[in-house]
């Protein structure tokens, strides 16, 4: 079961049982088909919707959602995340990065990401040489890139912003 908020409007109760999904207790049949990297066809109550999954972001248990044409931001909850916020631990409210530093002064040898790139955890980033060693810049979070200050070549300074995320 997992609580499904829908512009920080709505809320649902959204279960998956078998082939049928159910929301707020009643069931629906449901047909859903992957058409590309990242969109769906969906067949639900002889209606269809095309959806496109626009940034999602495992970490925060929240997507942005484009279906038929209207962009739609959810957030969800599982039941772990519901018994965590009971015990009054949020993991929403936990810090979230927003840009990457330079980590020391050094001079940038390979750029990873471009501007709407959407990365995970883990991904490279940058490649930053610093004497004479190069250092592999890796993201902390999944975000998408809104803008790198860096280029080939460039030399840096020590906390010089050089990727801020969405």
Known sequence: ???????QQETFEVAFLRAQVSVNGGESATSLSKVGPSSYHILSGNKSYLAEVLEFCP???????????????MSIKDRFSELLLRLGIDIASAPRVSEIKAPMPGLVLQVFVKEGDVISAGDNLFTL?????????????????RSVKMALGDKVEKNQVLVAFL
Request: charged residues 25%; contains cysteine; positive net charge.
């Open 59 to 73: 970490k925060e248990m929240r997507c942005t959602v484009r279906i038929n044409g209207n962009n739609y931001e």
């Open 129 to 145: 040489e610093a004497m004479k060693m190069e250092n592999i810049i890796k993201s902390p979070v999944s975000a998408t890139v």
């Open 1 to 7: 079961m997992y609580k499904v908020t829908v512009n």
